[in-house]
């Protein structure tokens, strides 16, 4: 198991293999189909601070805020990453992000972005709310929350021992294309094909 | 009983508390695969997640799902006091964090905040003639029903003909495209015949029955095995990981088509199967 924090070196990055397991602790950022469309078209720089040498994870939450103000993240797993498969390498380029988190794995300009800019796809386990919302110990802030909605919205929080593998890196491995070509050899047997 | 308190029992225990039938099956799926895979160690995790989410009443997925009621009810019965018990009930869940705001206009893109819209809940009337109310909720992941599909036969490229082998390989061509996007292990509920509408409505009502429940028509019940075995046989793999584990269950339902058309939709859910159902007899309401 490897720990990993943020902020997180290119150097580090680059250092991480396809079928490693890591435990992430710091400052990730919610980000889904709005926020993507958003950095994409706007460029906006409230974000850039927190996205430097960061992690984007591909999550919209269920959020609890109790009667002071304060936020806390009820359940938090991860939604499908291939949604932001058109936005997700020029926004990891445009904003120096080395992690995205998600689940399902991402296509090739994903895989081709995560080598140029030396970052890698992360996979949690889909489904995992409960767990995963725990390992959030806070949340510093939120923005978009009124224009996107709570699940769409960009929530900077603090994970600690979040684990994940390693299932895209920086040298154009990929779990899922392997398992997909293996499993297309398995279905065109079945289907006689 | 007050039927829109019981309503919002339904959906918190939907959410938060996994069925027997389907923490039983990721639990034998758990001591399939060997030591240290990494598919063991997802089965791990989403064990551990379930106990937590039961213990804490909080979600077990983010993803609270597009929430759908099937409502049976004896004659003389009203259907607008279960669609403002629904609402009441979805829209207190929401503020309870036992739902996520899932309701999006798409035209406007604005989330409604509360889960309610046009035909959210989703709600679907039948009459019976029993003397009690069935309730069903199934809440219904968006991730999985994404990777949902609906074939026309015959389908060249796969060389699927108008019969079940054809619909054989329609399915194995839809898991297979699903991969671990729609978080696998999935359930797969098989509509066959009817239009294109009936076809997937018939594939999602399969959802309703229990895993290892299999179809009183013996053809239907041959065909679920055969393709539960052969799903099982891709090595997808819990979140497409890799293992032997691809499917937790497979249901089919069948209905008459008109000549011309053969449909065969897929309906996909996530092991986050969340469905419970309540009947209410009298002022006596018991939960499933
Ligand atoms: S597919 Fe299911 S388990 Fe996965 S995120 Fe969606 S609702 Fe949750």
């Known amino acids: 198991m490897i720990k990993l924090t943020t902020p997180i070196s290119e150097e580090t990055a680059r250092s991480l293999k396809v079928g490693d397991e890591v435990l992430l602790t710091g400052t990730i950022v919610t980000a889904r189909d709005a926020a993507h469309k958003l950095m994409i078209e706007e460029r906006p720089d409230f974000i850039r601070e927190h996205l430097k040498d960061g992690v984007i994870y591909h999550c919209g939450p269920v959020v609890k805020k109790d009667e002071a103000g304060e936020y806390s993240f009820v359940a938090a797993g991860t939604t499908t990453s291939s949604r932001e498969e058109p936005y997700q390498a020029a926004v990891c380029e445009e904003y120096s992000v080395r992690a995205v988190i998600g689940k399902g794995g991402m296509g090739p300009k994903t895989a081709e972005g995560l080598q140029k800019v030396g970052a890698v796809y992360l996979h949690a386990v889909g489904g995992a709310g409960s767990l995963i919302g725990k390992m959030v110990k806070k949340v510093h802030t939120v923005y978009k929350l009124e224009e996107f909605g709570t699940p769409e919205a960009f929530w900077v929080c603090e994970v600690e021992d979040f684990p994940c593998v390693v299932t895209m890196d920086s040298h154009g491995g990929s779990l899922h294309k392997d398992i997909a070509a293996a499993s297309q050899k398995v279905a065109n047997d079945l289907m006689g094909l | ?288």
């Open chain 2, 1 to 288: 009983m007050e039927l829109k308190k019981a309503m919002l029992e339904l959906m918190r225990r939907a959410t938060t508390d996994l069925s027997k039938d389907v923490e039983d099956a990721v639990k034998q799926a758990y001591d399939r695969e060997g030591e240290g895979t990494p598919a063991k160690n997802v089965f791990g995790t989403i064990i551990e997640n379930i106990g937590l989410a039961r213990e804490a009443s909080t979600p077990i997925c983010q993803d609270t799902g597009s929430v759908i009621i099937y409502v049976d009810f004896p004659v003389g019965d009203s259907e607008k006091k279960y669609r403002e018990a629904a609402e009441w009930a979805a829209a207190e869940a929401t503020k309870l964090q036992y739902l996520r705001p899932n309701a999006v206009d798409p035209v406007t893109c604005k989330n409604s905040g509360n889960n309610i819209g046009t035909n959210a809940p989703y709600l679907h009337f039948h009459q019976w003639d029993k003397d009690e109310v069935r309730v069903r909720l199934m809440l219904k992941g968006g991730g999985s029903e994404n990777v949902g599909a609906q074939y026309k036969l015959p389908d060249t490229g796969l060389k699927a003909g108008r019969d079940l082998k054809g619909v054989k390989k329609v399915v194995i061509d839809a898991v297979q495209k699903a991969q671990g996007q729609g978080c696998a292990p999935g359930v797969i509920g098989i509509g066959i015949g009817g239009d294109r509408v009936t076809s997937f409505a018939l594939s999602k009502e399969q959802f309703f029955r229990k895993l290892g429940e299999q179809s009183t028509d013996p053809d239907l019940a041959a065909l679920e095995k055969e393709l539960y075995e052969d799903l099982n046989k891709l090595g997808i793999g819990p979140m497409g990981f890799g293992g032997k584990t691809t499917c937790l269950g497979v249901y089919a339902g069948k209905q008459h088509r008109h000549p011309a058309t053969f449909y065969v939709s897929i309906s996909y859910t996530c092991w986050a199967y969340r469905r419970k159902q309540m009947i209410i007899k009298g002022s006596e309401v018991t939960y499933d």
